[in-house]
């Protein structure tokens, strides 16, 4: 059974950072597609970044150069930095992993960072 759960939310003030982190058991992430999503109140679900198994990164136009995406092999996680926090990033942060062939798309449950003075 595949289980993917976040951790390293939490609050934060502006400008301050944070270290989120997703943890995978009965899959290994070098075969997918890895997703960060976030979610803030009130508003849809949107995408951050993305690591594909080639570690090439995309990352949204809202947080290039302040979030940093990355992934370890050896403890089969993958890391998201956040850096110079907004409040506007404030979201429930989720961790997706997806395969086009065949299809397999797996989510974790999301760690809440919440952003304030």
């Known amino acids: 059974q595949v289980q993917l759960v976040e951790s390293g939310g939490g609050f934060v003030q502006p400008g301050g950072s944070l270290s989120l982190s997703c943890a995978a058991s009965?899959?290994?992430?070098?075969?997918?597609?890895t997703n960060w999503f976030r979610q803030p109140p009130g508003k849809q679900r949107e995408l951050v970044a993305s690591?594909?198994?080639?570690?090439?990164?995309h990352y949204e136009d809202f947080v290039k150069g302040r979030f940093t995406i990355s992934r370890d092999d050896d403890q089969n996680t993958v890391l998201l930095h956040l850096n110079d926090l907004k409040t506007e990033d404030t979201a429930v942060y989720f961790c997706n992993a997806a395969t086009v062939h065949p299809p397999q798309n797996y989510w974790g449950h999301g760690t809440q960072v919440t952003v304030s003075p």
């Open positions: 009965g899959m290994s992430f070098r075969n997918y597609i």
């Open positions: 690591i594909t198994p080639l570690h090439y990164t």
